[in-house]
């Protein structure tokens, strides 16, 4: 039976910070970092989707995270193909064409210069091993077929050693016609397939499964059961608090998983307030055996 760790999807969201889940004393950077890491025991970097990480927070970050401790780095948007602003680039990147960038597009020379330094920023935390997953999040518009295959390829040529993990969001990758032939070409990648739970009965909706594709490592991300996903604010779209009996309907998912992978990361991203973390803590104590 593998290791299944839970935890929320970001440490630094500001309604988090605000919701005095941090106790008084433990609220700047160092101490917030220590506490989420002595509560629970992995957490999504979602701040790399948004900007480049920094090779000296990753130092920090390892610095003040117990061994053990699992860091999953989100991809950032151009990575991935979302749209991505001149101003989420490194000042000296920011020549770039911002309509390009904001169609998720890139010169070869730019998307090769973006690469090597989120291979830098990351590099910390897989010395020391504390890189859990990077997690590549494709968008809503990146639908199975031969562009999109040969775009993870060169996802996985250019990720080769790193822990990498792929979530969809076009449902057409895991409709039941089509799983079986995902499965198989994540596993073929070397590649983590991320599992999903979110609102059902939406156009968009993914199924609740936790494929296992890679048996070092599987991931699920929860994303809350708004009816409001693909439209409105973050709020609007994250806003859920699970109850017990959603998460408990989760945990033979998760524990199958388990018998199949060495961890399976489990994550919370219903980022509002402390929504994400009660969560969390709820789900480990469902998955704990109890003790007669």
Request: charged content about 25%.
């Amino acid at each position: 039976m593998g290791e299944i760790l839970v935890g929320a999807c970001s440490w630094t969201d500001r309604q988090l910070v605000a919701s005095g889940w941090y106790p008084s004393g433990r609220r700047d950077a160092e101490g917030r970092l220590r506490h989420y890491a002595s509560r629970l025991p992995v957490v999504e970097v979602d701040s790399g989707y948004y900007a480049l990480p920094s090779r000296r927070n990753s130092e920090l970050w390892v610095e003040r995270t117990p061994d053990g401790f699992r860091f999953d780095v989100k991809a950032f948007s151009l990575l991935t193909g979302h749209p991505t602003r001149a101003e989420a680039l490194p000042t000296d990147l920011r020549g770039a064409d911002p309509g390009a960038l904001w169609r998720g597009r890139a010169s070869p020379a730019l998307l090769d210069e973006v690469w090597g330094r989120f291979a830098q920023a990351v590099e910390p935390l897989r010395a020391a091993g504390r890189l859990g997953a990077v997690l590549f999040q494709f968008p809503p518009w990146f639908a199975p077929g031969d562009e999109a295959e040969e775009t993870l390829r060169e996802c996985a040529r250019r990720t080769a050693g790193w822990p990498l993990a792929v979530e969809f969001r076009h449902p057409g990758w895991w409709r039941a016609e089509r799983a079986e032939d995902t499965r198989a070409l994540l596993a073929g990648l070397g590649a983590s397939a991320v599992g999903v739970d979110m609102a059902q009965g939406l156009p968009t909706s993914l199924p609740p499964v936790a494929p296992v594709t890679r048996p070092a490592l599987a991931v699920v991300r929860f994303h809350g059961r708004s009816t409001e996903w693909g439209r409105g604010s973050k709020e609007d779209r994250f806003r859920h608090d699970y109850s017990v009996a959603e998460l408990a309907a989760w945990v033979p998912r998760l524990r199958r998983a388990a018998r199949q992978a060495d961890e399976v990361h489990v994550l919370f991203n219903n980022c509002c307030a402390d929504a994400a973390v009660r969560a969390a803590e709820t789900m480990s104590g469902l998955l704990t055996p109890r003790r007669r």
